[in-house]
Structures are given as C-alpha cells and as structure tokens.
C-alpha cells in the first residue's frame, strides 16, 4: 500500500452533504475485475453531461462545466473538502479506487460514513474529520491557488496562512498508513493467536466447527 | 459492573486480541462472497500467494448481475458475464463452495444466507456488501466490508475492527394494519436520519420489532446501513430459534441442542447500558414513502412533499432542494398524487416469502393500472421462487399483468439488465433512492411490499390502510 507522510495540494470544495458512493462511482463501473483505472469515471453522473459505461473512452465525452472538478482552476487537486456524512450507501472500494486513481490522496469533510472511511485506509487515501465549523471556515476561506498542507505525523493541517488544525486518527491506522504497511502480512503475524482463538471457541460453540 | 447489551456479547465473544488503542482482531465465523467485490481479492491472494484460512466459512453466490430471464441464454452483457465467470472461476480454484446460476439455492446473497442456515445466531458474518447487515436479524454480528477486507478475511478469518458505540431504538406498542417492517425502518430512517447511526451498532427492541417475523426482523436490520449503522442487531427469542431449525447447514442433532442453549443467551442484560437510546411510538408510523434522493427524505404516504423554504438548516435546505429538482416535485404535492411508472418488488429488503405474498394480497384478482410500463416481480432466491409458485403467488402476479422473474439483485441497483430509463418514476421495494441507483435519470420511491402492489394497480401512490381497490 501506498505510504502517506505530507502531502501539500491544491483543494477542490464539493459543497454538498451525503454524497453516497454510487455518485462517486455509478454501478456499471463495478462490473470491473480490476483494481485501477476507475478515475476517468468518479463522479461520472455529476462530471459528465452524456451517460458513461465501462471502458469508454473519457476524453471526447461532453462536461458538466459547472461540476467543480471540471473547472480549470482546480485541476490537480490532491485535496477534496466536503461536507457531512462522505461516502454514505454501498460499501464498494471502487470508491476510494476511483477517487485515488483520479489523484485525490485526502478528503476532509465533518464526518464520513463507516465503511468507507474504513476503506480508505486500505488505499492510502487519508480521510479527515474535522468539527462542521472547522469544515465550514475552509469552504469560506477557500479561494483560487487554494492549498493545504497534510502532516499526518504531527496529525495537522497547515492553511495558507499559517494556521494549523490539529486532527484525530487512531494510532493503528496512523501507523499503517505512515508506512504503507500490508494488513494481511501484520495480521499473519499473529496466527498463533487466531489458531489459539479456534481450539477455545471450538470448544465453546464446536457447532461451528464440525463441518 | 453494569450487564452487557447484546452487541457487547458478540463482539467480546469473537475476540482474537485487542492493541492498546483499542483495535481488535476480530473473528469472522462466515464470509459471504458475491461476484463485485470479490474478484480483487481472490486476485491479491493469487499475487500474494496466499490460500482462504478455512475454506469452509466461504460461501459464494453471483446476484448483482444476473439475469432475471431466460437464464438458460446466459448473460448478454459481456463484461457482466466476465465478472460472474470470474466468481466461477476463483471458487473452484480456491475451494470454495458457490451456488451457481443454475442452481435452485442461487438468490441474493443476503436472502440465501439466513435461508441456508449459513448465516446462524452467535456468529460474525461479512461480505463484501453494506447490506449484510441483514444477518444481524438473527443475533448475530453482520456487517459489510470493503474488498480489501474481503481478502484479509479470506486470508486470516480475521479483520483489524474497533469496537463501535451501542444505540438502541425502542418500537414500542403495536403497528396498525397494513404498517409493515420496511414502515417502521423507513420511519426511523426518517428520524434519525442517514447518518444518525454513524458509529454505532443499532439493537431494533421493543414490542413492534418482537411481533415482527424473522423476514420483517430481516428488512428492518436490512436497513440500518441505510441510517449509518454498520449493523444492526435483533435479539434472539422463539420466532429465531423456530426459523432456523432443520435449516440445510443449522446444527444437527447434539449440536442443535448446544446451539439452542447458547442462544438462548443472546439478547441484552436487563441492566445493560446503551450508550444512547431512541424511543418511538409504533402506533403512529403510517406507510412511508421516500419523495428525495436519500432514504432520510421520507413522509408518510398522507402527507405532502415537503417544503425546503422551512428547512432552517441550509446544507439541508441546499439537499432538498437538489432532491426536489433531481426528482421532478413540487412542494406541497400530495404523495397520492404521484403517478409512477414502473413498480418493483425484489431485492435484499424486500423480496422473501412473507413480501412477496403481502404484495401478492393486494395484487389477487386485480390489474395493473395502463400507465405502468413495467411491474416486476423478482423473488430472492430460486427457493423462494419455488414456494410461491407452490402457493400460487406467481399466478396471481401474472394475472394482474406483473412479471415474475428469476432471483437477483435486479432493479434494486440495475447492473443487470433490469433497470429506469432517463425520466422514469418507480415505485421500489429497495433499499437506496440515491440520483442514478436504478437507472441513469431514474427516480425511486422506497416503499413497503404491499404499497409497491398497490401503487401498481393505482397507477399511483395509494394509502393501503384506507384503500379499497
């Protein structure tokens, strides 16, 4: 996975709350084997004016000008800053997929739903909660050439102007993502535990281990 | 020391071990595997050369993209047809037992599981889908996942989890005739709203959730995700222990004894402490309806659509207003008013027998109003399809100009070929109004079973309490 230490970006501001996780990627995405190449579609009902499908080529396709990925100043965009409840609804990764792949590597907003939240970790994507008014004074304070700095170290946000926001995230995570370390390997590691864990409950609930 | 809420119970149970910041690695008792968000993770196990931790806590089942008729033609759809080939293929290579298509057992996933017995009280479960919070109906912990952790689970039987809060939502008293479970959901869902179980683990409680049948326990925890819940839970009584006898993977004999014995233990203690509890009067919930595009913008079916002007909230006000546009309303609109175009009654909330033959009551002897294009019928699994036929269900559907269709995921989120053109209104038994989820343009109305029935035979909503035909 994907390391996460400090990444200083530009910020795109999706002003709307509740954005479930089929406007981020429409379902006929998912019908994919892979694991990459989701970025040409996030967003693709919201971005695009025409209706995407798998594979299609994204180049050609006619742009929603108003959608705020597809204004010119906030191309390259590391940084997405939105409101309540992110990623709320299904708990497909494509999710995090297509907004890593287009080049997002954080979202700040004043909460996220839990699966989602959860599956970003697993990208190397940084999801931060920060207070509604905190999220509310980077909307207002947002403007062109906009830029933040993330240290997920000092678990701080720097703003243009000097003032740093302090944000929370639990140790595991943090040390996961700071070193971009593969769950499934640390979890191995503790197979003597699991195995352990099987013998006792086996004879507590052996039901469930007679088959 | 204070008693311990059922979530407490099954989650301590199902310790591995706990880090000092207080993430654990948690057992998973059964993993279920559908075709979307597995293919990944069987290819991370292949790069990683890895093998499933037991292959036996697998089950796998393809239902998003299937078909719902002419099964025997295959899928059309190329690349839907690569991804459930995919599943084929990953399951034999790694062992792993799956109801195939033409298999009798084959429904979706969250149906088959409870149906087989796959999914039992006491147990973890997960799957690479929100809605498998579904399970957590029968006691026991249910939850979804991302495709990461479908591999991690896989590979360890394990996931890194952090225990969440305990909320507890009373329904207290009786519902009237004609309320059903997906009302009572729809109606806390409507409350609390989408994010008002961010969180939490909710246990549903009270007299109207006890005088519910497994089924009706099965939509309301179906649902919890829908209000921010990972899951949702339900305490095991008489109507779980009878549901999940003789059930093809149950406990046999001894085992069945000890089973029942030890379930008998999963509901809260009497002085177990939630850390927030929310009350309703089951009494007043009327038949819902959803008029926005989050299950949250949701009235009762004798109200109107609501009026954004006195939102005080903006971002709120900002949403409805969105909703509004995005469904073509207008406030103060009675939901009676509302023509729809197409109806359908399937999907992991609402498609076992007890909905299907609510709807089937509505549908007897009647028919399908002129200006409903398409009302479809889709059971949840190919036994269910059999048992109404047996009862007669599919005849009356028939009859009534609805179309009866093989199990699947179907129009609940249209990657199959069941799905709204640009424009088109449904009536949905469903989980999600969100822009787009049936359909590019498509717009839903979440309802109950019998309101979806009726809703076709009006041509537009109707209040089923009062409704006469």
């Known amino acids: 996975m994907k390391a996460f230490t400090t990444v200083t970006a530009l910020v795109a501001p999706l002003d709307r709350a509740n954005v479930d996780t089929d406007a981020i990627i429409p379902k006929q995405f ?10 040409p579609y996030l967003f693709d009902e919201w971005r695009y004016l025409d209706h995407g499908e798998p594979e299609m080529d994204c180049t050609n396709r006619p742009l929603n000008k108003d959608f705020v990925l597809n204004q010119p100043e906030y191309k390259g965009a590391e940084i997405l800053l939105t409101r309540e409840n992110f990623g709320c609804g299904s708990s497909r990764e494509h999710a995090p997929w297509a907004l890593d792949d287009f ?62 926001i302090n944000f929370d995230i639990d140790e595991t995570r943090k040390f996961r993502l700071l070193n971009g370390l593969d769950d499934i390997a640390l979890t191995l590691q503790q197979a003597d535990k699991i195995k352990s864990y099987e013998i006792e409950r086996a004879k507590r609930a052996p039901w469930l281990f007679s088959h | ?13 199902h310790v591995v071990h706990t880090e000092d910041d207080g993430s654990s690695l948690l057992y998973i008792d059964r993993h279920l595997v559908h075709e979307v968000t597995s293919p990944q993770a069987f290819e991370g196990l292949r790069l990683a050369g890895r093998k499933p ?26 690349v839907s047809r690569l991804q459930v080939e995919t599943l084929d293929k990953n399951c034999a290579e ?15 996933v969250h149906v088959v599981g409870p149906e087989q017995g796959a999914t039992l009280p006491g147990m973890t479960i997960v799957c690479g889908d929100s809605h498998t919070s579904t399970h957590g109906a029968s006691g026991a912990l249910a939850f979804g996942i991302g495709t990461s ?30 309320v059903t479970a997906k009302d009572i959901v729809l109606a806390i869902i409507g409350k609390i709203g989408t994010a008002g179980g961010n969180g939490y683990t909710i246990e549903f409680a009270g007299e109207a959730i006890r005088d519910l049948s497994m089924e009706g326990r099965m939509t309301v925890c179906n649902m919890a995700i829908e209000a921010g819940a990972r899951a949702g839970l339900v305490a095991v009584d008489d109507v779980t222990i009878d549901y999940y006898r003789d059930r093809p993977y149950s406990p046999k004999g001894n085992d069945w004894f000890m089973a029942e014995r030890a379930w008998q233990h999963l509901h809260s203690d009497a002085d177990a402490k939630f850390d927030k509890i929310i009350e309703f009067d089951a009494a007043s919930i009327k038949p819902q309806v959803t008029w926005g595009t ?51 009654i399937g999907s992991c909330t609402n498609s076992r027998i007890e909905d299907l033959r609510a709807a089937a009551v509505v549908a007897k002897g009647k028919k399908v109003a002129d200006n409903i294009k398409l009302a479809l019928v889709v059971p949840g699994s190919g036994l269910i399809k059999l048992q109404a036929e047996s009862e007669g269900l599919d005849k009356i559907f028939t009859d009534a100009g609805f179309e009866w269709r093989d199990p699947g995921c179907s129009m609940c989120l249209a990657m199959n070929a069941d799905r709204l053109s640009e424009g088109e209104r449904c009536a949905s038994t469903s989980n999600r109004n969100f822009e787009g989820r049936q359909g590019y343009g498509g717009r839903t109305h979440l309802v109950s079973p019998a309101m ?9 909503f109707v209040d089923i309490t009062t409704w006469e035909g």
């Open chain 1, 30 to 39: 998912l019908k994919s084997i892979r694991r990459a190449g989701f970025g």
């Open chain 1, 103 to 164: 080049g997002f590597r954080a979202i700040i907003a004043p909460s996220f739903a839990d699966i989602f939240y959860n599956n970003c970790f697993k990208n190397g994507l940084l999801p931060i909660v920060l207070a509604a008014e905190q999220v509310d004074a980077l909307f207002k304070e947002l403007v062109t050439g906009y830029q933040l700095t993330i240290d997920l170290a000092a678990q701080q946000i720097r703003t243009p102007n000097g003032r740093t």
């Open chain 2, 1 to 13: 020391m204070s008693g311990k809420t059922l979530y407490d119970k099954l989650w301590d149970d």
């Open chain 2, 53 to 78: 931790w037991l292959q036996t806590r697998n089950l796998a089942v393809a239902d998003h993209n299937v078909p719902t008729t002419d099964r025997a033609k295959g899928i059309a759809d190329p």
């Open chain 2, 94 to 108: 790694f062992g792993i037992t799956e109801f195939g298509m033409a298999d009798v057992r084959q429904g979706i």
């Open chain 2, 149 to 178: 952790e479908v591999e991690h689970v896989l590979a360890t039987q394990c996931l890194v989890q952090k225990k969440a809060k305990n909320l507890l939502i009373k329904v207290n008293g009786k519902t009237g005739v004609g």
């Open chain 2, 294 to 344: 989050s299950p949250e913008l949701v009235v009762a079916v004798n109200e109107n659509v609501p009026d954004p002007a006195l939102e005080t909230d903006l971002v709120k006000q900002q949403s409805m207003k969105r909703a509004l546009a995005y469904m073509d309303l207008k406030p103060g609109l009675a939901i009676t008013d509302i023509a729809v175009d197409k109806v359908f």
């Open chain 2, 452 to 460: 979806a029935a009726a809703a076709a035979i009006a041509g537009h």
